[in-house]
């Protein structure tokens, strides 16, 4: 099992619409989530990220954490087409000499 | 304050040759880790240094090495280049080993023929 799984995608959404973003995870002992958007030919640049659980909100962006199910959520409200991109969860190491895990990715396209 | 920057941007190599990557991390960081991008596997983690130590290194083969310089800059060499090592190779600096916020450079785009 992987330690971090992310829904693949691709999404194609009108203007405007709610997107909704997910990842697993396998480790209980995870505490930060955090998440990134790569454009086309560009590295991966930090979002936001959240310690343990419950929600972050940062203007059109809200992550979500519910370490129950392990399930971890990014929500666009109000998609523009510039939020056009990859967008990867990713989980920081627990201790230093650990190594980060990133999900594959979700490519999202925000249609005008 | 610069970003992370990696050089060269684009490079094309055949098989069987080697390539050494660079990577300036951020003023301060000390701190760079190493990626591999691909369609399908994604980002797979390579090799972190941090004060010119390789501090972890993820499942590659001992093809792939790098190391570490006093003024944290950074290179990755591979050798003896197969087709399967086409891929954006990018590195990342954060402050401290493993810190959760860990910052990018635009990548390498290596194209192996």
């Known amino acids: 099992q992987k330690e971090v799984e992310q829904d693949p995608g691709p999404l194609s959404v009108p203007e405007g619409a709610i997107v909704s973003l997910n990842c697993t995870y396998s480790n209980s002992a995870f505490q930060y989530f955090m998440w990134y958007r790569q454009y086309s030919r560009k590295g991966p640049e930090l979002l936001m990220y959240?310690?343990?659980?419950g929600n972050k909100e940062d203007g059109r962006f809200t992550a979500q954490v519910d370490k129950s199910s392990k399930y971890i959520s990014l929500f666009i409200r109000d998609s523009q087409p510039s939020d056009s991109a990859t967008y990867l969860c990713a989980i920081p190491p627990t201790n230093t000499g650990n190594q980060f895990y990133f999900g594959t990715g979700t490519s999202l396209t925000v249609i005008p | 304050k610069a970003g992370v920057t990696q050089t060269p941007r684009y490079l094309i190599k055949t098989r069987g040759q080697q390539v050494t990557l660079s990577c300036s991390p951020i003023?301060?960081?000390?701190?760079v880790s190493w990626y591999q991008q691909t369609p399908g596997q994604g980002l797979q983690f390579l090799f972190e240094?941090?004060?010119?130590?390789?501090?972890n290194k993820g499942n590659f083969p001992g093809r792939f090495s790098g190391r570490q310089f006093s003024n944290s800059r950074s290179e990755m060499n591979v050798s003896t280049l197969e087709l399967g090592d086409s891929a954006l190779y990018l590195c990342a600096s954060s402050l401290i080993p493993s810190g959760v916020e860990q910052y990018f450079g635009p990548g390498t785009r290596l194209t192996v023929t």
């Open positions: 959240t310690y343990s659980s």
């Open positions: 240094y941090f004060s010119e130590t390789q501090r």
């Open positions: 003023s301060g960081h000390r701190s």
